[in-house]
Nanobody, 119 residues
Framework: QVQLVESGGGLVQSGGSLRLSCAASKSVLDFVLMGWYRQAPGKQREAVAV???????NYADSVKGRFTVSRDNAENILYLQMNSLRPEDTAVYYC?????????????WGQGTQVTVSS
């Protein structure tokens, strides 16, 4: 089972930037999909940005043009660069990794890192 450890969260003013990191205990190339999700108080967890094994990326409409997901294959780290942050980006951000085990798609989650954007 892979271990995912997020870091980089914190408190930032509106318009500011943060970079989240997710260190994986196994090669990031083992996974068909990795990504960032977030959950705000009282809301469901939602996908923010994902990257496929081949490097294709996809973003939630609310973060397009502001957030960038990337991956360091050598260091086994997933990043989320967040620019032009808004108060509505405040949430706990989770790293996710998915791989096939036989025919089953297995998902692993990190413990989450808090991002708070003040207005």
């Amino acid at each position: 089972q892979v271990q995912l450890v997020e870091s980089g969260g914190g408190l930032v003013q509106s318009g500011g930037s943060l970079r989240l990191s997710c260190a994986a205990s196994k090669s990031v190339l083992d996974f068909v999909l990795m990504g960032w999700y977030r959950q705000a108080p009282g809301k469901q967890r939602e996908a923010v940005a994902v990257i496929t094994h081949g490097g294709d990326t996809n973003y939630a409409d609310s973060v397009k043009g502001r957030f960038t997901v990337s991956r360091d294959n050598a260091e086994n780290i997933l990043y989320l660069q967040m620019n032009s942050l808004r108060p509505e980006d405040t949430a706990v951000y989770y790293c996710n990794a998915q791989k096939f085990v036989d025919t089953d798609l297995v998902s692993a989650w990190g413990q989450g890192t808090q991002v708070t954007v003040s207005s």
